[in-house]
């Protein structure tokens, strides 16, 4: 058994629902993420025994996010949400962005592939916690923290089957870990490494379930810590979910908007909070945030050289063309309301070396990454007063509605809207759209948005059609937004790999 196992662990490895190509009865891979140890406890099967055998795999996970979130879950989101949308245009000359940008990407594209194995990885780091915790026979492990760290761990695998749901429609759903396979089991485990799509319905139980679960055992929120997968993000995360159509529930999306307004976050008090900084550090954990992914100056992220610079250090790789340049038809949108608050935070000018959208003197960049201290923010209360607010919009509400809406306004410094400004549900829900994407820009929702409210082919192919409110010259012509192409395709690599695995229609 040992000898198999050693050569199974020389032949290469990827993580589960990331499988070699391979017909039947594969060289299957060894990873750390999938492999059962066979020298474990037989008894218990279990793979880890202590308290603090699990509470290292929990650890593990929150760096593990730290570490990779910022090229897959950061600045490729971008592209994806505010790229391919009217927020921002890809910045560079690159063929990957290109593609993305004009939606006419295939699944070759290396982006997106290595974004599918970014989630189905973090999926798997989840699921070390959430499939072992519960056969950890050490005493000194607590119910509280068996239930607790459970929840973080549960927290984040819906967190990532929510985004690839989004970004391809039907996803496999793994929940379990694959022990090493063997010549005695490898019929039953082999669908265990080559998962197949699974429905949305599917997918969505799933992230409800683990949500569920989460908003109950995970930690509450810690105002000195942010990088915690805490009950307020679970909730929150459970109204942005009943909000999809899939399983929309707008009466859900107040009632978990609700839970989050009680957990006594609140709003900052300038909006530039949030991204600000001094010559020593950059803000962090303010009132407002939900969940972030924190950096310091000494252990700092590096994708602030994505979008502009690094304040710190100004000129380190300022050579060459950033990703995510904002685009004219957001800059408009700010200037027509007025709203110097908000598009000072978002945008920065500066000179530079090239000139691809702007005058190289006098270039747009995307500003809510100015250092590499500053925070990945995920989620905050400006976000659910704005869901709150299109919850109650869709209940046709305008009067309920209005009060969240003007929460948000009134913080940027504009004017509040009144109840006679207003003639009906249809023209508030346009009210809040339009007020996410001033309040959200650069913060991974813009696309999303669209495709919720119905408005993507409207906008995003509007964008090349001059007369229509989203017409930007700087706009590449685009493949038609339909309901097949606002998905991305399926990675060609993993459907080569994986027989079971199918590609999404219209690629």
Known sequence: MKRYIMLLSALGVLSAGVSCSLDKYPEMSYHEMNYSD???????GAQYKTREDIKAQLDALYSGIRGNIQESGYSDHL????VRADNAYGGTAGLELAQIGSNTMDGSNPNIARDWNFYMNQVG???QVICFIDDIEDPSLTEEERKQWKAEAMCWRAFMWYNMSRLWGEIP???EVPPAITSDNVNEVYPMYYPARETL????????SDLEFAKEYAPDPDPSDKFLLTKGFACGMLARVYAEPQVRDYSLVAKYCEEVEKMNYELTERYGEMWSYDENDAVRNTSESIFEVTW????????????????YNPDDSYTWAKWCTPSRNLIAAYEA???????NASIIYDECAWSNYYPSNNYAFMHKCPTNASSYILMRLGEIYLLHAEALAFQDDIDEALIWLNKIRKRAKLPEYKRTDIASAEEMRDKVLHERRLELSFEGHRFFDLVRFGKAAEVCDGANVQGSPSYDAYVPTRRPMTAETVLLPVPTAQIDNNSNLTQNPGY
């Open 38 to 44: 066979p020298d474990a406890d037989s008894d218990s």
């Open 79 to 82: 592209i994806y949400t505010e």
């Open 173 to 175: 759903i793994v929940k």
């Open 201 to 208: 319905d599917v997918v969505f139980e799933s992230i409800l």
């Open 125 to 127: 780091k989840a699921n």
């Open 296 to 311: 310091t100056r000494t252990s700092g992220n590096w994708v602030w050289m994505m979008f502009h610079c690094n304040a």
């Open 337 to 343: 309301e007025g709203d110097t608050e908000r598009y």
